[in-house]
């Protein structure tokens, strides 16, 4: 009877054996959120990638799944599809993140045809009343990587609609210095460095990076 309790037993002992022997070897290891995905975990954060043609979204989502974020790629071509994804009607994850083309203070979008316009929420480019309108970013770290994105108006407009912080470029950064403000920023949060360590660091990369904004309340 004693034996077949044992035999029993034998696979959760095992188990909790294996889990503290794993839990001690990962101690071990060089400090990074990657740990808990090695450790078990699908991700250790999630990301809502939205994608307004500007071109980036795909490398920026490859070099976030390889720090252990789970991306949700949301491919907007209408302005209806910009507001059925922020709107908060979905559950809207911790970190938001808008690849897109930005002018004085404004995310640009292409005008949709004439014959579609009459269905869309707005037409054209978002600026801070159209933020206001139809955006609801409960606590989310929003990050929009457009030129000129960083102005006041606007992230006022995007805290005013929820975010928990607000990070943008204030200026026009290189092309490529869109995709690599993102990826450094994430680096630095799979590190275990808070948002505004991140940013900080960002900051003080090169002049390029150092028109990232981050604006909170």
Known sequence: MRDQRSRRLWPWHLGRMMRRDEEEWLATQRPSRVREVQAGRLAWTEVDLIDIEGGFAHPLRDGLEVFGVHVNYLRVGQPRHLVAALDGSRPIAPYVIVSCHGDEGRIL?????????????????????????????????TLVTGCDTGEPALADAFLDAGAG?????????????????????????????????????????????????????
């Open 109 to 141: 979008m292409d005008d949709v045809a004439e014959e579609l316009a009459r269905f869309q929420p707005f037409n054209g480019a978002v600026g801070p009343d159209r933020v206001r309108e139809h955006f609801h970013l409960p606590g989310s770290v």
């Open 165 to 217: 912080m607000y990070i943008a470029p204030r200026g026009a950064p290189f092309g490529y210095a869109s995709v690599f403000a993102p990826l450094f920023f994430f680096y630095e949060l799979t590190e275990q460095r808070t948002p505004m360590e991140a940013v900080e660091r960002l900051r003080a990369h090169d002049d390029e990076l150092a028109m990232w904004q981050l604006y909170r309340r």
